[in-house]
Nanobody
Framework: QVQLVESGGGLVQPGGSLRLSCTAS????????MRWYRQAPGKERELVAA???????TNYADSVKGRFMISRDNAKTVYLQMNSLKREDTGVYYC??????????WGQGTQVTVSS
């Protein structure tokens, strides 16, 4: 059974940092391109950051370039380091796995609130 479990969300002041984690199980992690999406209240879900299955290439939304960084380790975990957070970064953050051999999966989401 495929599972993606996010953690690390919470309340942070503007300018602060958070690190989100997504731990995967039920599939071969090295065969999965990993992404982070977010959905703000009243808005559509948007891609925030992506990393290839080999971890050699990354892509970021323009709004987070230079502030967020996606990474992955060999323990089936993908991270999203978020620095210099802004109020507009508030939303539910979702982990997403796209398997090279077929299948796409979502995590349950973790809430990030940037507020003073």
């Amino acid at each position: 059974q495929v599972q993606l479990v996010e953690s690390g969300g919470g309340l942070v002041q503007p300018g602060g940092s958070l690190r989100l984690s997504c731990t995967a199980s039920g599939f071969t992690f090295s065969y999965a391109a990993m992404r982070w999406y977010r959905q703000a209240p009243g808005k559509e879900r948007e891609l925030v950051a992506a990393m290839t299955s080999a971890g050699t290439r990354t892509n970021y939304a323009d709004s987070v370039k230079g502030r967020f960084m996606i990474s992955r380790d060999n323990a089936k975990t993908v991270y999203l380091q978020m620095n210099s957070l802004k109020r507009e970064d508030t939303g539910v953050y979702y982990c997403y796995a796209a398997l090279t051999y077929g299948g796409n999966y979502w995590g349950q989401g973790t809430q990030v609130t940037v507020s003073s």
